[in-house]
């Protein structure tokens, strides 16, 4: 997967995360663990979820704090947070 598809797919898949935060803000990582980086995972694109995770390494490797935020098959909890 290049770069430039990489970048589209989560950037797409942000926009959900951050709708569904904006809509249930109670549900949010943030109020438990202050700033963090999320970093998205699919239900269906594995190429792009590995991808994913050597950007979390990256990421650590600058001293973030990140959460796997994990798009679920239940409608209501589309969203599972956990701390990577």
Do not use: C, R
């Not at 797919?9 to 990582?29: F, H, I, R, T, W």
């Not at 980086?37 to 704090?65: P, R, W, Y």
């Amino acid at each position: 997967m290049s770069n430039k598809q990489q970048l589209e797919k989560n950037l797409q898949l942000s926009e959900k995360l951050m709708q569904y935060l904006a809509d249930n803000p109670s549900d949010s990582p943030t109020d438990k663990l202050g700033s963090v980086s999320f970093v998205v995972f699919t239900k269906n694109d594995n190429t792009l979820n590995e991808a994913n995770l050597k950007l979390i390494d990256s990421l650590h490797e600058e001293g973030k704090k990140v959460v796997k935020a994990i798009q679920t098959l239940d409608k209501k909890a589309p969203w599972q947070f956990l701390q990577a």
